[in-house]
């Protein structure tokens, strides 16, 4: 497992530990924040790996193993993959998460949490990753483990398909207030008017990103659109799959471009 919000992100450690029913835990995360980092990967820096916890396996509990490194989370994915395969090991699963902060809509693009888990679904790993609609540092946790074992006992029994991964959401809502778990597509939205100007204390210009996010869906699919779901309280799950390709579009235009 890893996540965007770095190795000292409560949910991480919140996630980590609840994954040790299920087995031995393997947790590499990035040393500092990586939101937005997509599934950038580091060409120029080299990187170092530190171990800084490990708990023995228990009664009913697995071990857990934890590094954080000074890469993206793409680059933890890619350590952590290649960690199990030194040790001739296929995890069972691959956990990104929980996020601190909403990954619905256009912000599944973007993601630092998603980015990892495309890269553990292009190790043939099944992948899901974890967000949560706030982002508090004392976020309460207790709906998102509340209702991810139903989630985790479904993906071990029918997997997505190879290289799909799936984006889980989390509305920030006690667990009695919480309207259930659908199945969703990916919210048409974007940000707009993000650069906010300003100047620094030699009078040069610079910008801040920051903007408003504008919502596109259309009335015929919104009630089926993840970040709309979110905000009525609905848990969502979007299964993403790593070959973008509109093989529909494919196919029309390559009878009407006359190439």
């Known amino acids: 497992m890893t996540n965007d919000d770095s190795y000292t992100a409560r949910g ?3 996630v980590a530990e609840f994954l040790r029913k299920y087995g031995n835990v393997l947790l590499v995360a990035p040393k500092n924040p990586q939101s937005a980092r997509s599934m950038a990967l580091s060409m120029e820096d080299p990187l170092y790996v530190t171990r800084y916890a490990y708990h023995e396996a228990e009664e009913g509990k697995g071990s857990l193993s934890c590094y954080y490194m000074n890469g993206t989370p793409a680059d933890c994915a890619k350590m952590m993959a290649n960690m199990c395969i030194e040790r001739g090991i296929h ?7 929980i996020n601190h902060g909403s990954n619905a809509s256009a912000a599944a693009l973007y993601s630092g949490t998603l980015g990892a888990n495309k890269e553990g679904s292009l190790y043939g790993i099944p992948s899901i990753g974890l967000s949560i609609d706030t982002h508090a540092e004392d976020a309460d946790f207790s709906a998102v483990l509340h209702f991810l074992p139903r989630i985790l006992d479904q993906m071990f029994e ?4 190879h290289q799909t991964y799936l984006n889980v959401n989390f509305p920030d809502l006690p667990v009695d207030q919480i309207k259930g778990i659908r199945f969703a597509h990916q919210g048409n939205g974007r940000w707009e008017k993000e650069f906010q100007r300003s100047w620094d204390g030699h009078g040069r210009e610079f910008y801040w990103m920051v903007g408003q996010f504008v ?3 259309m009335k015929t699919t919104a009630a089926e659109a993840d970040h709309i779901l979110l905000a009525d309280g609905y848990i969502t799950i979007v299964p993403h799959k790593i070959d973008t390709t509109n093989y529909n579009e494919k196919d029309r235009l390559s009878h009407l471009w006359k190439l």
């Open 215 to 217: 919502d596109y869906e």
């Open 12 to 14: 991480l450690t919140e």
């Open 158 to 161: 029918i997997p997505p398909v």
């Open 91 to 97: 995890p069972d699963l691959f956990v990104s998460g």
